[in-house]
């Protein structure tokens, strides 16, 4: 294995970008104690359910969540691709 054979693997170079990302924004997280306020606000939830209860309740919370992000995540997107494209081309003058 060559060293252009290491750098054309885009591949790893990707997951170790989103990895060195995603590390320091966890440890941001805890180090302002964002993840100790949703563990007992959603312990104390949690609880008094049946296990296959919660078990439902945390993917039906993961999947909402996730929808939510995707959903402002493709809005975001949308209108800066529009401004961009407005401001590029002098449409407005």
């Known amino acids: 294995m060559t ?27 805890k180090n302002v104690g ?13 609880v008094s359910l049946d296990p296959t209860m ?10 909402l969540l996730r929808y939510f992000f995707c959903i402002w995540y493709c809005l975001c997107n949308s209108y800066g691709r529009l401004v961009c494209y407005f401001n590029s081309s002098n449409s407005w003058r």
């Open 3 to 29: 060293w252009q054979d290491f750098l054309a693997n885009k591949p790893a170079w990707n997951v170790l970008t989103w990895f060195a990302t995603l590390v320091p924004m966890a440890s941001g997280l």
């Open 54 to 63: 919660a078990v439902l309740g945390l993917l039906l919370a993961f999947c």
């Open 34 to 46: 964002f993840l100790d306020w949703l563990a007992k606000s959603a312990g104390g939830s949690l």
